[in-house]
């Protein structure tokens, strides 16, 4: 019979990441004997760059903050993104502390290089007194009477042994250890994306006042954006995340399919002309999951290993750092009045309740992307969208604020499917224009999904833009029905992906856009309104597979 004495650990944490190093120390400096079992040796790489402002609370609590500021993470304090045929360096932008966000001093997060980052926080967890064990992993769960009791670990030099614990706690990621095992890991079934990313050097910079932001450039496919975070020393991370199934159809190799993806974006083109790739692609698939049931007897499940849900909200470091600080609250409570049950059911309720926040916010958006910039940019609303993006969904407060947006953003959605004529519907702006254009030059054809003419918008059709508010709509495209995607094999004499995206003025196959002139009646720059005496015929922009593309 062992007792608590010769147990080799309180807790056993199976996972060295984020979520795993976070519950060491919060365990550890609360006097439990926290042992953090992780495969690889540290530093590791790992995707997941940017944070979110809530990520600063948890990194207070564990007394991290203070490391973090001093390792010169590159500061984030803001997030833009644009579409497809956004003017160059033209973003919809938010700046994440506009409303400050209580109980963080500072006015930005980071972005990170996650080898670094989590190589930091393990040490950190050791520094705090939880035992780490690098380049161990963890075979098997070992159970007694329906409860687990401890874990099965080996290291590569053929040492293996059983190690006991009170409570053993699933860290490791996406591996998904023990919810595998136990068959309880869901597949998502509206999210099957997959990501091809890299490190490049002599990215083009974004203008002054977005240094440091994460910008997201939307690329005109359904489920589909892509990432530029800066990071230190001039390295920016790039990536890109699309349905799996567009590149499987693709015909296309890694390098050829990122760089057709860039070429989708007019700024992600030109920030990408001049760029080396200085570290190898990185993929990865098959991420949107959910485990139902994520505690038991003698365990339970933290950060990634509970549920993954699409990263475009940079919401994993939230779920990691926030889930370890609750299953810490949970254990000292179950431990301290005695009770199995409540406290680990109250656990399920609360880190569900805030993924729950960030999957329908993912939902929402990606349902009619419009109304994210139209929420964001609307006076009474982006504080709103603000305070949600910043992040830990999982407290009353956060959470009456995210379900109030998410009505109305589902009332918005439900109006705007109701009525066939709304200009915000999926591919309406499409329709009304190539009714109501008069088409200057070749019309598009096979081949030219990609090309970009001028057109003369006959009277009608500005009667329409600016009874719609057009000019105050998200000037990117709408998912839903797509124009057929020009991936295919590389036709002869074409540019490949490895001789880099194509400029502009060299052969690009995204023609240059003719900009309406500031005199023309087209949307105005300054007001962002249509003027009133503009009806007569008037140059637009118009791209064969993508909305009117008014400036901001
Ligand atoms: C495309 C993409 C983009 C993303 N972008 C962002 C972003 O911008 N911002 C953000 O916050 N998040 C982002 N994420 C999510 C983020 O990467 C994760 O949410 C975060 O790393 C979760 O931390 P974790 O500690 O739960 O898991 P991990 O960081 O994955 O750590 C798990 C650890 O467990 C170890 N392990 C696994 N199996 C075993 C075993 N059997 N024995 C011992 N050790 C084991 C692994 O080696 C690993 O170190 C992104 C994810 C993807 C897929």
């Given at each position: ?50 944070l979110t402002p809530s990520t600063n609370l948890v990194f207070d609590k ?34 994440l502390?506009?409303?400050?966000l209580e109980g963080t001093?500072?006015?930005?997060t ?203 909200f940079s919401s994993?470091v939230d779920v990691a750092l926030f889930?370890?600080l ?28 805030g993924?729950?926040?960030w ?28 305070r949600t993006l910043q992040g830990n969904p999982y407290i009353?407060?956060t ?154």
């Open positions: 019979m062992r007792t608590e004495s010769n147990l080799d650990a309180d807790v056993i944490i199976i996972g060295g990441g984020p979520a795993g190093a976070a519950l060491g120390t919060f365990l550890a400096r609360d006097g439990h004997r926290a042992m953090i079992i992780e495969k690889d040796i540290h530093p590791r790489d790992h995707v997941g760059e940017s564990l007394g991290f903050l203070d490391k973090m500021n001093d390792a010169g993470f590159i500061h984030k304090p803001g997030t833009g993104w644009n579409a497809p045929r956004s003017p160059l360096w033209k973003f919809v932008d938010i700046w502390f506009e409303y400050p001093p500072q006015p930005y980071y972005s990170v290089e996650r080898d670094v980052m989590d190589t930091m926080l393990l040490r950190h967890a050791h520094e705090n007194g939880a035992k780490v064990l690098q380049g161990v992993k963890v075979k098997n769960v070992i159970w007694e009477n329906d409860r687990v009791v401890g874990v099965r670990a080996s290291a590569g030099d053929g040492w293996e042994r059983d190690l006991r614990a009170k409570m053993v706690v699933d860290a490791t990621g996406r591996r998904c250890f023990m919810a595998t095992q136990l068959g309880l890991k869901k597949k998502d079934p509206n999210f099957n994306q997959f990501c091809i990313y890299s490190w490049f050097r002599g990215v083009k910079r974004p203008p002054e006042k977005y240094t440091g932001f994460t910008l997201f450039y939307f690329i005109g496919l359904n489920k589909a954006w892509s990432w530029h975070i800066p990071l230190r020393n001039d390295v920016m991370s790039m990536g890109v995340v699309v349905n799996k199934d567009d590149f499987q159809k693709s015909g296309q190799d890694t390098e050829e399919f990122f760089y057709s993806l860039v070429r989708r974006n007019r700024t992600f083109t030109n920030a990408m002309q001049n760029a080396e790739r200085i570290r190898p692609w990185w993929i990865e698939g098959d991420y949107s999951y959910k485990v139902d049931k994520f505690t038991g007897p003698g365990w339970m499940l933290v950060g990634d290993a509970v549920r993954f849900v699409d990263p475009i994993g889930s370890s609750y299953a810490y609250e949970t254990i000292q409570e179950a431990w301290s009045n005695g009770d199995p049950v409540k406290p680990f059911q109250d656990y399920e309720q609360r880190v569900t309740a993924v729950d926040i999957y329908d916010m993912i939902e929402t958006f990606y349902k009619l992307q419009n109304l994210l910039t139209r929420f964001a940019t609307g006076r009474r609303t982006k504080e709103l969208i603000i009353p407060q959470q009456v604020r995210a379900r109030k947006l998410l009505a109305a953003m589902e009332e918005s959605y439900q109006k705007v499917m109701s009525d066939p004529n709304n200009l915000l519907r999926p591919w309406n702006l499409n329709t009304l224009l190539s009714e109501h254009t008069e088409w200057r030059g070749a019309p598009f054809g096979p081949g030219r999904t990609q090309g970009v003419e001028a057109s003369h918008a006959r009277p009608g059709l500005l009667d329409h833009l600016r009874h719609w508010g057009v000019d105050e709509l998200h000037r990117d495209r709408h998912p839903g029905p797509e124009p057929p995607l020009s991936f295919g094999r590389r036709a002869a004499g074409q540019r490949s992906g490895l001789e880099g995206p194509p400029s502009a003025s060299t052969g690009s196959s995204i023609r240059p856009i003719r900009r309406p002139s500031r005199s023309s009646a087209s949307i105005s720059e300054t007001s962002g309104r249509i003027p009133s005496d503009s009806r007569s015929a008037t140059p637009l922009v118009v791209s064969s597979s993508s909305a009117v593309m008014p400036r901001w």
